[in-house]
Each structure stands twice: as C-alpha cells, then as structure tokens.
C-alpha cells in the first residue's frame, strides 16, 4: 500500500537540484559570507574606503582652491613690491595713509537711515 502523501510528491524539479548543490554548498556560504563581511562590516570596508575617496577629492579640490589664490596674491604682492605707485595706492586706499600737509575725509553712512528709507 502506497502512503497517499508519498504520491503528491512530484520529483525534484532542475532548480531545486540547482539550490542544494550548488547555493547550499559550504564553500559558496563561505565565500558569500566573506564578501558581505569585506564589503559591509570590515575596517577596510567598500564603504570606508569609498568615504575616505569623497573626502580626499574634497580635500584636492580645497588644495587647487588654495593654489589658485597663493598664485594671486603672489602676484599682487610682486606688483605691490616692485611699483612705488601701486604701494602707495594701496596704503591711502587701505590704511587711509596720508602725504604732509594733506586732509583725508572719511565719509561713513549711517546705517540706521539707510533701514529707515527701506
């Protein structure tokens, strides 16, 4: 006599047999599970090392930013240094440096009437 469950069921189907050789297998866990650790959990992690990618370019991108205004003001100073007429408009201009004899009028709005006509 045949057991009526044994009847319902049907023969391995291909993946089924696919699944425990092959996804079922040790060495596939093992391996699996060491990649999610790698790329996941680890201290050299995927996602550390893409972190610390972003903040070097952020930091590259900071040190063109200075390289490009160290060029600038090397240039204003050289200018600065080697022209008598250039420093003297920029010492009456920023420290309201005067010659002799001369009157320097500093003219400041007020701020206050400024607000009150807006």
Do not use: C, G
């Amino acid at each position: 006599m045949e057991d009526p469950l044994i009847k319902d069921i049907k023969p391995k189907s291909p993946v089924v047999k696919f699944i425990r050789k092959y996804i079922l297998d040790k060495y596939f866990v093992t391996i699996l599970l060491f990649l999610v650790w790698m790329i996941f959990f680890d201290s050299t992690s995927f996602l550390v090392i893409n972190d610390m990618n972003s903040e070097i370019k952020k930091y590259e991108e900071q040190l063109e930013y200075y390289k490009t205004e160290y060029r600038k003001n090397d240039d204003f100073y050289k200018k600065l240094m080697n022209n008598k007429e250039e420093k003297e408009k920029y010492a009456r201009e920023n420290y309201f440096m005067k010659k002799p004899n001369e009157e320097i009028f500093i003219l400041v709005v007020d701020s206050t009437e400024i607000t009150k006509k807006n």
